[in-house]
């Protein structure tokens, strides 16, 4: 699979660790920056990995800042972009399977490596459920075009 990956200064250690271990498993790794932990803003690295995403350039795309909440605000202006900030499991199933969710974000602030690729390899092998869940998507799509 096609994965954009960006993170800003504060997420930069833990992209590196998410960076490597989609590598050991298969994945085409699109890094999107940053390069080190000097100071950053956060919503340039949410618009290159979202528009990766939308343009079809990688299949999904994995977002890591502080609290992960900046880059979902951002990546979520990008038309097309659905992104979700990752909680626990059962939240990062669920946005797949209902809301066909294609960025992750992650807070490096509390979230630790091992979660970190845990809720990534949930997001990445989890389905959309579709049914009544792909009127739901559709009617997101549909606000992007007003």
């Known amino acids: 699979m096609n994965i954009a990956i960006g993170a800003d200064h504060a997420g930069f250690a833990l992209k590196q660790e998410i960076a490597a271990a989609l590598r050991a498993a298969g994945h085409n790794v699109m890094d999107q920056g940053t390069d080190s932990t000097a100071s950053t803003d956060y919503?340039?690295?949410?618009?290159?990995v979202g528009q990766a995403v939308a343009n079809g350039a990688a299949e999904r795309g994995i977002l890591v800042c502080s609290t992960g909440v900046g880059m979902v605000m951002a990546a979520n202006k990008v038309p097309g972009?659905?992104?979700a900030l990752a909680v626990n499991p059962e939240e990062v199933q669920l946005t797949r399977q209902h809301n066909d969710a294609n960025v992750l974000a992650l807070g490096a602030k509390y979230t630790g490596a091992a979660?970190?690729?845990?809720?990534?390899?949930?997001?990445?092998?989890?389905?959309?459920e579709g049914g009544r869940h792909q009127r739901r998507v559709d009617k997101i799509s549909?606000?992007?075009k007003r």
């Open 142 to 144: 549909q606000i992007e």
């Open 81 to 83: 972009v659905r992104a």
């Open 43 to 48: 919503p340039d690295y949410a618009e290159a």
């Open 115 to 128: 979660d970190a690729n845990q809720y990534v390899k949930l997001f990445l092998e989890t389905p959309f």
